[in-house]
Each structure stands twice: as C-alpha cells, then as structure tokens.
C-alpha cells in the first residue's frame, strides 16, 4: 500500500457545525502532515506530527484541532469555521523527519474539499 | 528562511511541442527539491526529486530537471507534450535535515492542440 487515504472527498458544513477530516496511510511512515490549498496558490503547511506527536503549529487558529491516535491514522476536527476556511485540505507524510525521512519524499492525498457555508 | 520562485505563472504550450518550467530556490543550507504535478481537483503527485548524487533527473513520463547549484535553480523539463500534461505544477524544496516543504506558487501549464 503506497498510498495517503483522504476522506471525505467533499465536505459542506455550515458555520456552527463540527466534523472532522481523517487521514490514514499504511506505509508505516512516522511523520505525517496537514496542508490547506485554496484555489490557485500552492499547499500552506498547518501542523506537523512526528511519530504521533505534534512538532510543527505554522499559528493555525485553534478552530482547527489535530490529533494523531496512533502511527497510521491522523484527523482534523474542524469547528466554528469561517467561510474563508474553505478550501483543499491535503494530507501527507514521510517516512521520518529531517536526515531520517528517506528517500521516498512526501506523498499527498487527493485531498477534502471543505465548503463553508 | 527557504524560499522557491517559479518564474512563470502560465505556460501555454502545443501539444507536441517542448516545454519548460524554471524554478530557482534560495537557501544557505543544503535542500532537497522535488516537482509535483496536480491535476485538476486531485492532489499533489510526486514528479521527481533530487536529493543528491547526479544533478539531471527523470520521470517515468518523459520529465527530467537539472540541478544547478550555482544558478540555484532546478527546472522541469519536457521534449514532448501532451493534452494529459495539462495541469498546475509545483517546484519545492525541504532543508536536508528538516521536514517543513516549502512550495514555489505554481506553474500551470495548457496544453493546447
């Protein structure tokens, strides 16, 4: 398996509502990421997890909560979100972080695509 | 701080006919740089990346990139294209020893028949 399994695919919540995106791999890859893309710019990193605890918070708001239950699965609970919130969420990992993440770089997810409406 | 500038924001090109993408980066540190390729509504897809040794490197569908230290560049190439190459891609680079990937603004590229 040598994929980053992304769902749900599409997501429309309303401003008060609370969900949660999930991401899971299973190439026993010990660092995993949460990007956000909006339309027509490059990926903005959002928090970092390695080996299932949190090393990198770029100051996401804190209506964006993550959490990595063990190596293989991570989620974003998402609550309170604003409209400009919308956007692609993307899901990556590596097999390491820094000298030890190997060779094989980042693999992404398709993504959720999140509307706030 | 780590930067990466793509040159060209769009780039029409006829099918069959070769394209080129220019990205430079700045860093004082050594780095890893990669291409991805995004089609419409998906994600990122991993081109190619050159994290040391030989400074040219391929894809498996045609693209190869050149690294340049001096220039600080590493630009994607391809000889051929065709309507399935249209798509926005992306130059990034990590530190060698960090895990932070830092993403130049994009270049999209239509291919036009």
């Known amino acids: 398996d040598t994929e980053v399994t992304q769902t749900p695919k599409h997501l429309v919540m309303g401003m008060t509502n609370k969900k949660s995106l999930k991401c899971e791999q299973h190439m026993g890859h010990r660092a995993m990421y949460w990007y956000k893309q909006k339309a027509k710019k490059p990926p903005e990193l959002m928090f970092v997890y390695s080996y299932e605890k949190l090393s990198i918070n770029e100051s996401v708001p804190s209506r964006f909560s993550p959490e990595c239950p063990n190596s293989s699965l991570l989620n974003l609970h998402l609550h309170a979100l604003q409209p400009e919130d919308s956007a692609l969420y993307l899901c990556?990992?590596?097999?390491?972080?820094?000298?030890?993440?190997?060779?094989?770089?980042?693999?992404f997810g398709s993504g959720t695509r999140l509307t706030v409406v | 701080a780590q930067s990466v500038t793509q040159l060209d924001s769009q780039v029409p090109v006829f099918e069959e006919a070769p394209v080129e993408l220019r990205c430079n980066y700045s860093?004082?540190?050594?780095?890893?740089l990669f291409w991805y390729v995004q089609y419409p509504n998906q994600g990122l897809q991993l081109l190619l990346k050159y994290l040391s040794g030989s400074t040219l490197v391929e894809s498996i569908n045609g693209f190869e990139a050149e690294f340049n230290k001096s220039q600080t560049s590493f630009h994607l190439r391809k000889p051929s294209v065709h309507i399935s190459d249209t798509a926005e891609y992306f130059c990034a680079l990590t530190k060698a020893a960090g895990n932070k990937l830092t993403f130049g603004g994009g270049t999209r590229v239509l291919v036009k028949p």
């Open positions: 860093s004082s540190v050594s780095v890893y």
């Open positions: 990556a990992s590596t097999q390491g972080t820094g000298a030890s993440r190997g060779n094989y770089g980042y693999t």
